[in-house]
């Protein structure tokens, strides 16, 4: 920890304890901010000055604020004309505490003014540099707690206030901001620009960007409104353009209001750590998101483009309207904003089967919630925590299904009222979870916290058995699904199920309750039921499992008794039961082989990853099985390609266009096909001569197998057009491309290149991650260099992201894991939340191990007997 102490007014320098408490007080509070700064991207510094009107809450001598690695020059606080005689300590985390001579008096307004100095960040965090094109830009990145290294602020999402900036900027630049320009000057050459000031907002959500922009008007708001790219690229701005309107009218229809602010900036960034960030008036994307080339963008860049547009846009009420008080709820942040963009999504954009495709995400969180390193999706967060971590799986995935499961089960309507009631009654201020359930169990006339409180506040996911009993009854049990061996406290839950079931020649669905531990219920059929499926729909968020005979019909019926999306769930269901000791794996692998014919692409799309999952758990790392496991996967999906063929038919659906390149790339990779791996080789080569020559649906997995078969003469030749890449998307596919090498001498010069070449910081990582997940005979060699080179990578990276390094120890070595926590048990290596993820990584790797001493053998009986 550094110490920084400044005096004013020559009184002599105090020394206090911070103590544990890293949060800000009450005692005095913001009013507004006015910031100045004075910004030149070809600089490596800046200057700027803070004008903080503040109010004194109760008589007090001190009070908190932060200012993070800022060098600060003056510090002084004035009530009206006089100067408040005052010392300043800067301690953990940017907290400043400041001590005035005499106290504070209540309910009066004072100003607090502070010049500083500091270095433009250069690790995508704060306000920071980037060069690209030849040319030097500035943006920034706040959420959740990097407003503080930028200027002096109360930087915690309670303290609501409205901002106005003023940026001091060469007079050949541009520079935008959350709110249009007021007024403009030249000031000695330099052109300052006076930005209308904020409605209210917390610190995270302020944005800037400056350079030479250029930006393209977007027609059919309701507010004025343009995409902002770095010089040269508004060309790729034509998709977003078209996208948005229809997004937006969406939103405030279904929100019942206007857009709330007074812009609507759309802004590409090339360094940009995460896919998209909310700020309003000036939403930020990384670049090869947001700007397509229109003469050739695939459906899987429409749909991604279509989905976080309108992900970040509902966060302009859900989030920025009505703002968490603190990170605990951030959850319900991005829970609430991706539910709404799958849900509106699906409508406007349907021709991409996402309301069944979307599933096989909610599983991604399902699978992580099974472990008992999980954490509750709603737990205490501390201002010392690594908030990388607030963003994963359970906070979006698991989030929106949950969302997902009560809207159905209180009705759409009701849900939405209740919503607009809740945005209402806290716009423009903060709110907590509970005032949300408050409001929704208003319209739906039943108490929804305790229910809600069962997924949030406790970790894990319930296992919900459904058997039949006579007089059409069904019992139904609950427990946490646990993976054999496993114990866990007993947890109980209130689940919103539906059954669904046949009735004659009719399938019908009924909803309940489940708050027991073992419940009965009554089916309204006309006549005893042969079978019940315990989750119609696929909206609850459980597992479930029928009886050995019931699962059998239902397997072997699939395309009969059940929907697209439900097959989806049951793929995954099955593979729950493998995992959780329920289900051996001679009948799991028999029940899969039901599903290679699924007309339905999306369901193709989830055995896909079903069939990779054989491999990782039983396959990857282990000699001799490569080839039989090939086998397994040409014969699985082998034939789905056959029917579809290998290019395009213009009159297919887009889901069928989505698929073939996963397709493609597993048979050319996982599969080792031979015909499949030379289309991909002459694909990849047309591409690097000309791009447009090739189906932009095809070119990224062409290029992922072409370099999987590749040597390292073919690392030489991506790297070289990795380096040449004139469009975002393009470099984004070259990068994916780098981490799929198999051939050892390729990967030592990809290992090499990541330390030597112009990666930016969110691509350090990328790589390396994905030369050891995607090809599991890297894992090792991986490992060993993350060891030897930690140090530079640290430097590199995000902060926040070191944590996520013992990851690279994943996969089913024991010495490998050995390894990993010999080394992350130096505090050296171990930033805050490493131990957390090295805690969920080893238990991975245990399940993984077990997994395959329980049913090792059958799998590679089933496999050989393929021949």
Aim: hydrophobic share 45%; proline share 7%.
């Amino acid at each position: 920890m550094r110490l920084r102490w400044g005096a004013l007014l020559l009184l002599p320098s105090l020394l206090w304890a911070a103590g544990d408490d890293l949060r800000l007080g009450r005692e005095v509070v913001p009013i507004e901010e006015r910031i100045e700064l004075r910004l030149d991207p070809a600089d490596t510094t800046y200057t700027g000055a803070v004008a903080i009107a503040l109010r004194a809450e109760q008589s007090t001598r001190s009070f908190r604020f932060h200012a993070e690695d800022l060098s600060i020059t003056r510090l002084e606080l004035r009530e009206g004309e006089v100067q408040v005689p005052l010392q300043w300590h800067l301690g953990q985390t940017g907290l400043v505490e400041v001590r005035a001579e005499a106290a504070l008096s209540p309910a009066r307004q004072y100003q607090l003014r502070i010049d500083f100095a500091n270095n433009y960040d250069t690790r995508a965090l704060g306000l920071y540099k980037v060069e690209t094109g030849g040319q030097a830009y500035l943006f920034t990145q706040f959420e959740a707690w990097y407003a503080r290294q930028a200027f002096p602020c109360w930087d915690e999402p309670g303290f609501k206030i409205p901002y106005q900036l003023v940026l001091c900027v060469p007079a050949d630049l541009r520079a935008v901001a959350n709110t249009p320009v007021e007024g403009e000057r030249m000031v000695a050459g330099w052109r300052e620009l006076t930005f209308k000031k904020t409605p209210p907002l917390p610190s995270y959500l302020l944005a800037l960007a400056v350079g030479p922009l250029e930006e393209v008007p977007i027609p059919g708001l309701s507010v004025p409104g343009q995409v902002v790219t770095t010089a040269g690229n508004t060309r790729l701005a034509a998709e977003v353009l078209r996208l948005t309107p229809p997004v937006l009218q969406a939103l405030e229809a279904y929100f019942g209001s206007a857009y709330p602010y007074e812009k609507l900036d759309l802004i590409g960034v090339p360094e940009f750590l995460a896919g998209a960030m909310e700020n309003p008036g000036a939403v930020t994307f990384r670049d090869e998101i947001l700007l397509l080339d229109p003469q050739a963008t695939s459906p899987a860049q429409r749909q991604r483009l279509g989905i976080i547009l309108t992900h970040e846009l509902a966060h302009m009420w859900f989030g920025d309207l009505v703002t968490m008080a603190w990170w605990d709820d951030l959850w319900l942040n991005e829970s609430f904003a991706d539910w709404l963009a799958y849900k509106l999504a699906d409508g406007l954009f349907s021709e991409y089967g996402i309301g069944v495709t979307e599933l096989q995400e909610v599983q991604w969180a399902m699978r992580e919630d099974a472990q008992l390193a999980v954490r509750a999706i709603r737990q205490p967060v501390g201002p010392a925590d690594n908030p990388g971590q607030l963003f994963d799986d359970l906070a979006y995935e698991k989030g929106r299904a949950v969302l997902g499961m009560f809207e159905h089960w209180m009705g759409p309507e009701p849900f939405r009222r209740g919503v607009i009631a809740y945005l209402q009654a806290h716009a423009q201020g903060n709110a907590v979870a509970g005032d949300l359930w408050a409001v929704l169990s208003r319209e739906a006339g039943r108490e929804l916290g305790p229910a809600m409180s069962t997924f949030l506040d406790q970790p894990g996911i319930p296992l919900v058995s459904a058997e039949l009993l006579p007089g059409h009854r069904v019992r139904l049990r609950q427990q946490r699904y646990l993976r054999p061996g496993a114990w866990a406290p007993a947890a109980q839950w209130q689940i919103p199920v539906v059954l669904k079931d046949p009735d004659g020649d009719s399938l019908r669905t009924q909803q309940l309750l489940f708050s027991q531990s073992t419940q009965l219920c009554t089916l309204a059929t006309s006549a005893q039921p042969a079978w019940v499926h315990a989750n119609a729909g696929e909206r609850g968020y459980y597992r479930w499992q029928v009886p050995p005979a019931m699962l059998a019909e239902l397997a072997g019926h699939a395309q009969a008794l059940l929907t697209p999306r439900e097959r989806v769930g049951l793929i995954d269901h099955l593979a729950a039961l493998l995992d959780g000791g329920q289900l051996d794996a001679r009948t799991y692998l028999q029940a899969l082989e039901g599903f290679a014919g699924d007309p339905q692409p999306e369901v193709l799309l989830a055995l896909i990853g079903a069939v990779a999952a054989v491999g990782e758990n039983f396959a990857a790392e282990t000699a001799g099985r490569e080839t039989a496991y090939a086998r397994y996967v040409r014969k699985m999906l082998a034939p789905a390609l056959a029917r579809y063929g290998l290019v395009r038919d213009p009159a297919e659906a887009e889901t069928v266009s989505l698929l073939r390149p996963k397709l493609i790339e597993s048979l050319g990779i996982r599969g080792r096909d031979p015909q499949v791996g030379a289309f991909a080789d002459s694909l990849a080569l047309a591409y690097g001569r000309d791009p447009a020559a090739v189906d932009p649906a095809l070119a990224g997995a062409a290029l992922r197998v072409a370099a999987f078969r590749g040597d390292r003469a073919g690392f030489a030749q991506l790297r070289m057009r990795f380096e040449a890449a004139a469009l975002p998307v393009e470099r984004a596919q070259y990068l994916d491309a780098l981490g799929r090498f198999a051939d050892p001498q390729a990967v030592e010069a990809v290992l090499e290149y990541v330390l030597s070449g112009p990666l930016r910081p969110q691509e350090y990582l990328e790589v390396p991650f994905t030369l050891a997940e995607k090809v599991p005979s890297n894992r090792d060699r991986v490992f060993a260099w993350m060891q030897a080179h930690y140090a530079t990578l640290a430097a590199r990276i995000p902060p926040e992201d070191a944590a996520y390094l013992p990851w690279l120890a994943d996969g089913a070595s024991p010495a490998r894991l050995e390894a990993a926590q010999r080394f992350f048990a130096d505090p050296a290596h171990a930033p805050a939340g490493t131990e957390k993820e090295l805690e969920k990584m080893t238990e991975l790797v245990h399940q993984r191990l077990q997994l395959r001493e329980r049913e090792g053998r059958a799998v590679s009986a089933y496999l050989e007997g393929l021949r």
